[in-house]
């Protein structure tokens, strides 16, 4: 029988996020020898990778890294999906988010086809990926990266359990007088989740759908005639206020709103990216 304890098993699944039963099968067949073990996993891991492709992978983290620039400030958020909260929250699995992000700053784009086959340390971000899918046995996938350049870039990240990594994450771009409200801004669309910035910049189609449909719900309840234009005005008011960012009852003070707070500062807001984990 191979020589080793419990606290070495326990080792190799921190270190791995591999099942218990994987970790002893493969420390029994390694006669214990840890750094054997580790291999065994791997290679065992690479031949399960198609065998992944079809599970869902939607735990994991965002990542975020925020740096000076020409322009001001350039703000890089990424997602990476696990199928496991076990091993969103194993270290090897933190360390790879920081390689990809590192990755994504460093290659000046949001595209993720583009970022996987960007080359680091010898070896693409999509063969990173792959090898540690192998050492941890889970499918894990670059879901989404946002970039966010302006003046002054604000940055939150949110753990939605203490025990995990952040699992929403924002970017705020301002100008310079907006940034005092930067972080609170920040705060509020982790918690609101608003679709767009400003009301200009929703799309006309979705404009005259929600009318469309604010009309036909009017007229369906029986409302008077002469009074569904103001109706239907108001429910798209309505619409603007729940998914427009500026219009927004601000998280702090819902007596005013997002737009209020931000021209308090003199300053204004000129971009916002969002994720939450698998949503």
């Given at each position: 029988m191979a020589n080793f304890t419990a606290a070495d098993i326990k080792a190799l699944r921190e270190r791995t996020g591999a099942?218990?039963?994987?970790?002893?099968?493969?420390?029994?067949?390694?006669?214990?020898?840890?750094?054997?073990?580790?291999?065994?996993?791997r290679v065992k891991g690479l031949k399960g990778v198609s065998k992944r492709e079809g599970r869902s992978a939607s735990d994991g983290l965002v990542a975020a890294n925020i740096a000076d620039d020409a322009a001001?400030?350039?703000?890089?958020?990424?997602?990476?999906?696990?199928?496991?909260?076990?091993?969103?929250?194993?270290?090897?699995?933190?360390?790879?988010?920081?390689?990809?992000?590192?990755?994504?700053?460093a290659s000046g784009t949001d595209d993720v086809a583009a970022i996987l086959a960007f080359a680091v340390d010898g070896t693409?971000?999509?063969?990173?990926?792959?090898?540690?899918?192998?050492?941890?046995?889970e499918k894990l996938v670059l879901r989404r990266v946002a970039r966010v350049s302006a003046p002054v870039v604000s940055v939150y990240l949110h753990k939605v359990n203490k025990d995990l990594p952040p699992q929403v994450g924002v970017l705020v771009g301002t100008d310079a007088a907006g940034?005092?409200?930067?972080?609170?801004v920040a705060m509020h669309i982790a918690a609101y989740s608003p679709t767009y910035l400003a009301r200009e910049d929703v799309p006309a189609e979705t404009v005259a759908d929600e009318r469309r449909i604010a009309e036909e719900t009017a007229r369906n309840e029986g409302k008077p005639e002469a009074a569904l234009i103001k109706i239907t005005e108001g429910r798209l008011n309505g619409f603007f206020k729940e998914n427009v960012l500026l219009e927004q009852a601000f998280a702090k003070d819902p007596k005013t709103t997002v737009g209020r707070i931000v021209s308090a500062t003199g300053g204004t807001v000129t971009a916002f990216a969002r994720f939450r984990v698998g949503a």
């Open positions: 099942g218990m039963l994987d970790v002893k099968k493969a420390l029994d067949e390694a006669d214990g020898n840890a750094e054997k073990a580790l291999e065994i996993i001001g400030q350039t703000g890089v958020l990424i997602e990476l999906n696990s199928e496991t909260d076990f091993v969103a929250k194993n270290t090897t699995f933190v360390a790879l988010a920081e390689k990809v992000l590192a990755a994504a700053v693409t971000v999509a063969d990173s990926i792959t090898e540690t899918a192998a050492t941890l046995g940034a005092s409200a930067g972080k609170d």
